[in-house]
T-cell receptor
Framework: ELKVEQNPLFLSMQEGKNYTIYCNYSTTSDRLYWYRQDPGKSLESLFVLLSNGAVKQEGRLMASLDTKARLSTLHITAAVHDLSATYFCAALGYGGSQGNLIFGKGTKLSVKP | DAGVIQSPRHEVTEMGQEVTLRCKPISGHNSLFWYRQTMMRGLELLIYFNNNVPIDDSGMPEDRFSAKMPNASFSTLKIQPSEPRDSAVYFC????????????FGSGTRLTVV
């Protein structure tokens, strides 16, 4: 059964600092998704990582995927307050859960001035 | 593109009543997913459909929950009878093909059962 773990679950950062959120998954999955959720809102797609070694960047966020280590990272560069939100990673299930996304518990990011 | 459309946005109902949540996926998407989000359990997949056929309903909590997808543009999630522990945000999502272009989520339905 595919399990997805994120850490940290809570992250308080100062503006201008860098940090990384980690996403580990337990069984084979060659596809990884990152989402952002603001309080009371839906999930907004950030990145879709489709293969080993994939790296994508959008603004101050950069995501990467290492399928051999079963690890994805979301790196935040020079954080700003607008990045405060909860970030979820999700891996694509195989076998019995094929075709659906299995989510981590989310990382609640708070960026303070 | 209007995105994934869910209704209602908010629903407050009394315990024991029937609740029906609705979802219209993005036109052309052939997979549809129902997720439930709570503080305690996070995001859980309830059921997903591919080409209108239920593929995996192992996440449906119990017989009180049922889902249908009568055609490619409409799905319902029904709870009968509802209980306070069903209170949660229910999201519908859709995707195309193998999901390589992503999964798009609707705005969600916030259900409160009192």
């Amino acid at each position: 059964e595919l399990k997805v773990e994120q850490n940290p679950l809570f992250l308080s950062m100062q503006e201008g600092k860098n940090y990384t959120i980690y996403c580990n998954y337990s069984t084979t999955s060659d596809r990884l998704y990152w989402y952002r959720q603001d309080p009371g809102k839906s999930l907004e797609s950030l990145f879709v990582l489709l293969s080993n070694g994939a790296v994508k960047q959008e603004g101050r966020l950069m995501a990467s995927l290492d399928t051999k280590a079963r690890l994805s990272t979301l790196h935040i560069t020079a954080a700003v307050h607008d990045l405060s939100a909860t970030y979820f990673c999700a891996a694509l299930g195989y076998g019995g859960s094929q075709g659906n996304l299995i989510f981590g518990k989310g990382t609640k990011l708070s960026v303070k001035p | 593109d209007a995105g994934v459309i869910q209704s209602p946005r908010h629903e407050v109902t009394e315990m024991g009543q029937e609740v029906t949540l609705r979802c219209k996926p993005i036109s052309g998407h052939n997979s549809l997913f129902w997720y439930r989000q709570t503080m305690m359990r996070g995001l859980e997949l309830l059921i997903y459909f591919n080409n209108n056929v239920p593929i995996d309903d192992s996440g449906m909590p119990e017989d009180r929950f049922s889902a249908k997808m009568p055609n490619a543009s409409f799905s319902t999630l029904k709870i009968q009878p509802s209980e306070p522990r069903d209170s949660a945000v229910y999201f519908c999502a859709s995707s195309l093909g193998d999901g390589s272009s992503g999964y798009t989520f609707g705005s969600g339905t916030r259900l409160t059962v009192v």
